[in-house]
């Protein structure tokens, strides 16, 4: 058996499965992040591990009798965990949606250090980039700067952990801190954001699927796993998900449907451009392009929270399914003149505070108009991302997870807005099957990543787009652009 441990924005969780791939077993804990002021969103570094411990625990209760050959570990990339002198925490964790260093990222902008930190890095700094928090740290918080001794990001801290060994993957190190054609640490961009005295607190770069340590005898009676299991490397999360998916080359789409929009395809070139990040891929000279926002499934949850609340309570006791009662509304007919929505509710892909907003909404609208309109602005949102990607790298399928994906009708209406056929996997949670196939090539269990691709991951279903859809979508999505810059020049005071 093999141990994938995923750390989200909204839970961790630990799945074991079989070599062919199969899910054995599942254990899931609610991180519940923490809101302690606007813009701020925290985890507590020690309950974040209690929370990984007992979510392994629960998967292995419920497993078959075996042995756990190996444990990979990925989390969500961004972010920060600081740790101290004495290896712990040093304040609580910072999570990939905190919006802290906002005023950091624009001040960068306006003076021009923004386009020159993205000449060495092929990414404009975020506010949540671990660059962009440290920035803010340093302003704000003087004293836990001058105490920091090592950066972390959240896979990292939960290996440490489990293991007591500091560093860090190419993939997450990428985010914040490497020269994007060398792919190592750059002292040139830590000087840029006066963060040259933190060099010695990064942690040295390991590869994704070596073993760089295994589980220590308190890790092991913390977590129920055997003292000595080996710990692979891991991956950002994103990065964990297309390996999961089953895409190691250039040519697909790996779309992630969840609190962000994710959309990403590697390539064996370096092709910067502001409207994605380049990032490290799964091997060196490979980068993985990532176009994102943070307004996909989590739009339509809240739209589900505001109008869909008795029949999320009805379904709790065990009544039908919501997701039956959704896909329902959505297969109702379309009313006349539909509205459309901008899905910007906590973040858009546009260089300015933007909100959402039903547009074309009238009196013969129903909350079926409103779910579709919601629906499809989110997956008008990642056909934003989808195009910008496409005009640079030659792409012929997606593969799709997150979000209701797994049903046929949201799978369907990804294929016919994008026009490409879409495919979903048979597994349900790719990130931690990534993650856990990377350990099994670092221990030998498979020969490579393509082998292990080959064995585990499977297409449960196929989707072709049509072409009558699709030249429909097209054209509102046309419009959905078009209102955009129009309200543009509203949103900063909205």
Known sequence: MILGLDCGSTAIKAVLFDADGHTLATGTRRTEPRQPAPRRVEHDMDRLWQLACAAIRDALDAAPRGRVDAVGVTG??????????AGDPLGPGIQSVDSRAHAVTAGWTASGLVDRIAAVTAQRPYPFA????????ALHEPERFAAIRHVLFCKDWLRFRLTGVLAADPTDASTAFTDARSQAYSDDLLALTGLAALRPALPPIRPSSGTIGTVSAAAAIDTGLPEGTPVSGGLHDVTASAVGLGILDAGALAITAGTFSINETLS?????????????GLRPGQWMNMSISPASSNTVDWFLRQSYGAEAEAAARGGPSLWDIVEADLAAPAAIDAPLFHPFL???PYDVPASAAFLG??????RADMLRAVVEGAVFNHRHHCDALRSA???DRARITGGGTSRERPARLFADALGLPVEVPEATEVGALGAAL??????????SLDGAVRRACRVRARYEPDAGRHEALTQRFKRYLALADALRPHWSGG
């Open 76 to 85: 969500h990339g961004d972010g920060l965990y600081l740790l101290d002198r």
């Open 130 to 137: 671990a660059s962009s928090l440290l920035a803010w740290v």
């Open 268 to 280: 064996d070139h370096l092709a910067p451009d502001p409207r994605w990040t380049a990032r490290a």
């Open 346 to 348: 906590y973040g858009s």
């Open 361 to 366: 909404l009238r009196s013969w609208h129903g």
């Open 393 to 395: 790298f030659p792409v």
């Open 438 to 447: 990377v350990a099994g090539v670092g221990v030998g269990l498979y020969g």
